[in-house]
């Protein structure tokens, strides 16, 4: 019976195929299109007066990303602009910037003026992976819009992040 089951061998059901689309949040005004592949998971804040309101992660949903906790994603974290600690972490940017080795320039999303903090690559933890971190800040009236993007190395992400980057709308 052994010999029948190891012959047998495991078999990894396929995963479903994932459309692209476009998230698109009223409430905070805004969208962005992702790729064909890709897939937006919602995390909703505890109450519209929270610090952080919303949290969208896009992550690819394939073969390859599914065997690994080690995946590119495209975040966009909504915060309240009307709290003071999120208007002091503003403020506290070119500083956290520098002391965590990254670099700040100034750059445009959505057409609007923002700032942007490359960090250097990171090991991720208990992996033998590096990851590009990136974060792309654009305030703008009642929120602080706070885009970040996860490069995995080696898993060719790199062009549908940039795409989803360049997507993002505010509609209002």
């Known amino acids: 019976m052994a010999l029948l089951l190891a012959a047998c061998g495991r078999t990894t059901p396929a995963l479903p195929h994932v459309q692209g689309g476009t998230y698109t949040s009223t409430a905070y005004h805004f969208s962005v299109t ?3 592949g ?6 909703p804040g505890a109450s519209p007066s929270s610090a952080i309101p919303l949290t969208v992660t896009i992550t690819r949903v ?6 690994s906790a080690v ?11 009307k709290d003071s600690a999120v208007a002091l972490s503003y403020v506290e940017i070119p500083t956290q910037a520098k002391k965590n080795g990254g670099t700040l320039s100034h750059t445009k999303v959505a057409g609007l003026p923002a700032i942007e903090v490359q960090l250097p690559p990171q090991q991720v933890l208990g992996t033998s992976t590096q ?8 305030w703008r009236e009642d929120y602080l819009y706070h ?3 996860d ?4 898993d060719g ?3 549908a992040l940039q795409s989803m980057l360049q997507s993002f709308k505010l509609t209002q």
């Not at 394939?62 to 065997?67: C, F, I, K, L, R």
């Not at 990851?131 to 654009?138: E, I, V």
């Not at 490069?151 to 080696?154: C, P, S, Y």
């Open 62 to 67: 394939s073969g390859d990303q599914a065997q």
């Open 147 to 149: 885009l970040s993007t």
């Open 151 to 154: 490069v995995v190395d080696g």
């Open 131 to 138: 990851a590009t971190h990136t974060d792309y800040y654009l």
């Open 157 to 159: 992400a790199e062009d």
């Open 34 to 36: 992702y790729p064909d």
């Open 71 to 81: 995946v590119s994603t495209f975040t966009i974290t909504v915060l309240n602009a």
């Open 38 to 43: 890709w897939r937006a998971n919602e995390l």
